[in-house]
């Protein structure tokens, strides 16, 4: 087959029209990479490899834009790339972003148990939860949750939870049920709950 012309068609692609089959639009930097011009002879083998590598290279540009929003675990990475892209070259890329250093598991499960906890102040249940639906491995998980395992610092993030944000719901038995339901789908066990509005006067008058 031969390439018959190469043409800007929009932005960065380019249009390469071969004689025997339809157009193919790919990047400048693969049209530069593999050194397509006009009256190239290009074998059928050789043109399934330059599409590919286009498009991995779509794959890796993807990647990089999903890393720039926020970070991601490799797990959730994958998931997100797979939606448009190959299995094999989605692993490929997430492979290539762990080497370059733009993911990192145990980086990412530190950062993320610090927002979860100190920030959201999430209790264990939720917060496990969350890193799990983020793809990270078990063994990152458990050592990332480990500073955070102490009792003491549990009600304490929740004495600050309830302070700030429900404290004033705690004037009747209606409230308390509703604060107790949503702390609970926080993530934190009845027990600690308990524990920590048991520090307020609940005790409401009730008609004979």
């Given amino acids: 087959m031969k390439i018959l012309s190469v ?17 193919v639009y790919i990047g400048a930097q693969t049209v530069e990479k593999y050194s397509l011009k006009a009256g190239l002879e290009l074998p059928r083998a050789a043109l399934e ?25 490799f797990t959730e990475l994958y998931r997100k790339l797979e939606k448009n892209y190959p299995k094999e070259m989605c ?18 499960a530190v950062k993320l148990a ?31 949750l480990e500073p955070y395992l102490d009792e003491e610092g549990t009600l304490e993030r929740l004495e600050e939870l309830v302070e700030k944000k429900y404290e004033r719901y705690l004037t009747d038995e209606k409230g308390v049920r509703k604060v107790k339901a949503a702390l609970a789908r926080a993530g934190y066990s009845y027990d600690s709950i308990n524990a920590v509005l048991d520090m307020y006067d609940l005790e409401f008058d009730k008609e004979e």
Avoid: W
């Fill in 114 to 144: 610090r927002q979860l906890f100190e920030v959201k102040k999430l209790g264990m249940i939720k917060a496990k939860y969350e890193m799990k639906s983020r793809g990270l491995p078990p063994s990152v998980i458990e050592e990332a």
């Fill in 49 to 73: 490899e330059i599409q590919y590598a286009d498009l991995e290279r779509k794959a890796n540009q993807r990647a990089l834009h999903i890393l720039a929003a926020r970070d991601c675990s």
């Fill in 7 to 23: 043409s800007q068609y929009k932005g960065t692609t380019f249009c390469i029209e071969i004689e025997g089959v339809p157009n």
């Fill in 91 to 108: 692993l490929n890329v997430c492979r290539r972003m762990a080497e370059l250093g733009y993911i990192n598991d145990r980086a990412y």
